[in-house]
């Protein structure tokens, strides 16, 4: 209702509303009025809507694909190439039309025009139509140097006149883009270097030079283009120049390397190694010079990331570090023997250290030194690395021919089965060098730990081939592993904690006395008395560091192994039976045993059950060809066993104890030919129901199936299938006895798995026993009866269905209360 109309209404009455009331009035006034705009606003919003979809979307402008620039520099690019092709083909095709004025003066004015006309674009401010005119004048340049061989020297030698052309065109663009007018052209001088690196080469193939002339011209040509690279700031020539130094120093310090590889003689040598070193020369002043003028721009040295400039003379240190020693080298071999080519590649490799530790060069080169110096030493270990190999597993095919002689000597020893290195005399001159290296010269705080590491696996590699490189006599070769162990064990024992990265050396230590023992081991089985003097050695040697409580967890079970290996040569040094040995191994699981009961919670404690317990299974393997052996092998594994279940903290080692027992009686069993099913499961449900039931007396909540059922099933399953195929009475007989025992146990006691384990037996065997007759009265029966039965049981079944179901339910909660 309008207020207007309300107030002139009230106005009319005689009595005015009270102000509450009209502000009320008012209030539900000015709420009508603000749904109404909110509902024209939202219409206006929809139409507002429908216009913008219905109005078509303005078509944008086609945007060009290719700047104006761009397609500038295409044109004009197109055209020179033209030009210049048409060029070519006037000089190669019409130049015979002309006379020998006309050529001239065709081509001249021609070539003069070209050179000339970009002066005047310049000055005019096309610079990309100046450009595209002085690559045609540039282009025309090399067609009169061809025309002009053609037309008047035609007789010269190819080669010669292509160098000397070379030469000219190179110093004619030189020039032309050094003069004031053409001085703002950027191809003149990029093009005048490409053509710099024609003249010596093409010189020297002209002269007919050997191969060294050859590379000679090749490396001077790349110091040429260095020495640019690094004086000119025109970025486009030091990119030519660049391209051209790595590309021909490359194809020339490979030709060196080559000829210094294939060098007959001294002098050819020395020759080669002159292009060697002229190569590392180039590429070291190229390093010093970027090393000393490299500058880290902001945010290249995050992370400890190198500048462009330190990365490129890091790189050419490298290079020339590894040039000189090839180059020294190679002079080396064409002096020395050929065993000592790689010492000596060594030696030249070690010196660059001296230049290294010298303070006057960049940090880029002498790190690149270094990085080379190390190359050299890793391809030198690389190269000792087979001779270490045959060393340390050359013995391995004693294995298979375990005391059949004594070899002459420790090298006849190693190569039972493999062929010994050549030039392997040099071997430990290179590995005992790198060592000295690594112990002497490496002074980073944060690599000294590790060369220090590596310098004592050279110095255990040194020790290990060096009886075989010198020919030693057999027990000499022996005494030195023995001692090579011992000394890695004791360096594992006693290694100071004040030393950088003590843990690393101790782990070290201890896996080259590992490896050294394990080859000593092998390498002793050439002789009876050598193999029990060297198993009695380290079975004694790795017991004593076995006190140590930091090698314990590897020494303990190192001493048990070759104890057992010890028990197993002894018997057989004793024309022992394997299974009468067996008995004299189970002594390593014995002490095993009487071991870890002292050492308690250390970690030594599981590798040394591990290692028992292989042990107990080379005994059981031992013992398998003898039945009543391996039953007591068995046996007195399951006595160790549970003497080791005796331990608090071992107690599931009980059910490993009753299966050997289980073992060691279905085993003796077998061996006395019985085959009865009872004779083996009667050992296992004795046991079995006296732990259930020591369970249940514990807890009472333990349910009968985990407590008897596996007992029970153990016996009666088996029994039951020999029951059933068993012809005779007795067996039948006296399953169905104990069944039925079983059966009234469960019912006594409301115990659910005896109950139904013993009464489902008990039903199987009856049914077994009542089968004969059962099938004598089906077929005495007419063949009516069957079906009729079957349907008289149906109909008691229907009468009774209600009452069945109340006594299957009864039934059920029954068995439901037992346990």
Known sequence: ?????????????????????????????????????????????????????????????????????????VLLLLGGVLLTIAAMVFTLVSWGHLGITGRALVLGAVTLAALAVPAVLLRRGLRSTAESVAGLGLALTVLDAYALHEAALAGTDGAGYAAVASAVLAATWLAYGLLPGTAGLRLPLPAA?????????????????????????????????????????????????????????????LAAGWLSWTATGPSAAARAAALLTLGSAIALGAAWHGGRTAVREPGETEGGARAPGEKRSLGLAVTSGLLMVAALGGLARSVLPEMWTVPAHLACGIALLAAVLAGRLPDAVRQGLAWASGAVQALALLWALPVVAVAVLGPVGWAERAWTGTPSDVRAAVTRDAPWPPDAAATPVVLAAVAAVLALAVRDTAWRPRARTGALGLIWATALILPAVLELPYSAGLSVQGVTTAGALATAAYARETTPDPEGRRLTALVLALVTSLSLALLSLASQTATLVVLSALTALFASASWRAHLAPVTAPAALAYAAALAAATGAAADWQPQHTALLVLAVPVAAALLTARLGDSRATVPVEVAGAAAGL?????????????????????????????????????YASAALFVLATWVRLAAWDIGSPEAYTLPVTVPALLVGA????????????????????????????????????????????????????????????????????????????????????????????PPALAGLLLLALGATYEQRIRDVRRVREVLGRMT
């Open 1 to 73: 209702m309008p207020y207007g109309v309300t107030q002139t209404t009230l106005q009319g009455m005689t009595q005015i509303p009270p102000p509450a009331e009209e502000l009320r009035l008012l209030d539900a006034e000015l709420w009508q009025l603000d749904v109404r705009r909110a509902q024209l606003l939202a219409r206006r919003a929809w139409l507002v809507a429908a216009l913008h979809r219905a109005r078509p979307a303005p078509v944008a402008p086609p945007r060009p694909e290719a700047a104006a620039p761009s397609v500038q520099n």
């Open 694 to 785: 020591l369970r249940r007396h514990r807890d009472p909540q333990t349910s009968s199936w985990t407590a008897y059922g596996p007992g029970l099933t153990a016996t009666l399953v088996p029994s039951l299938v020999a029951a059933w195929g068993d012809p005779h009475w007795t067996r039948p007989l006296l399953l169905g006895a104990a069944a039925l025992l079983v059966t009234l146990l469960g019912a006594r006691h409301h115990l659910q798995a005896p109950l139904l384990l013993g009464g489902s037996v008990l039903t199987l065997v009856a049914l077994h026993e009542l089968a004969p007759y059962l099938v004598q009265v089906t077929g005495a029966l007419p063949r009516w009866v």
């Open 618 to 654: 080379l005994a059981v393997g031992l013992a398998a060809g003898d039945p009543p052996m391996l039953a007591l092998v068995l046996a007195l594994c399951g006595v160790i066993t549970a003497g080791t279940a005796i331990r608090p903290d071992r107690r599931p080692v009980a």
């Open 193 to 253: 270097l490409t053509a710099a690196q024609l003249p010596l080469l093409l010189w020297a193939l002209a002269a007919g030079t050997d191969p060294y002339g050859i590379t000679a011209a090749l490396l001077v040509t790349a110091g040429v283009d260095t020495v640019v690279a690094l004086r000119v700031t025109a970025g486009s020539v030091r990119v030519v120049a660049a391209v051209g130094a790595y590309g021909m120093g490359a194809w020339g310090v």
